[in-house]
Nanobody
């Protein structure tokens, strides 16, 4: 498995931006597709965005499409989530996760398909 550590969370006003990073270690980073999920208090963990192993394909939840951008740098073993135009409803703990990936796009949206998880980073958006 790969070890994942998130950073970059914090408190921001509505309309602001944050950039989350996920540092990977332990196995070949380019062997994994990466995803970002979030969990708000009292709610289930939900898919936010994913990127395949090469970085050529990305996937987004409808709620963040056009505002968030996922990227990866295989040379630096990092995946990032750029979050713009943040809304109070984006408040949650954000987790990065790794998976072996698939040719089928709906694979990336399912929490159960991810094998390794980070500890999470809190994002709070004030109104």
């Amino acid at each position: 498995q790969v070890q994942l550590v998130e950073s970059g969370g914090g408190l921001v006003q509505a309309g602001g931006s944050l950039r989350l990073s996920c540092a990977a270690s332990g196995r070949t980073f380019s062997s994994y597709a990466m995803g970002w999920f979030r969990q708000a208090p009292g709610k289930e963990r939900e898919f936010v965005a994913a990127i395949n192993r090469s970085g050529g394909n990305t996937y987004y939840a409808d709620s963040v499409k056009g505002r968030f951008t996922i990227s990866r740098d295989n040379a630096k073993n990092t995946a990032c989530l750029q979050m713009n135009s943040l809304k109070p409803e984006d408040t949650a703990v954000y987790y990065c996760a790794a998976t072996t990936g698939s040719y089928y796009s709906d694979y990336y949206y399912k929490t159960r398909n991810y094998d390794s998880w980070g500890q999470g980073t809190q994002v709070t958006v004030s109104s």
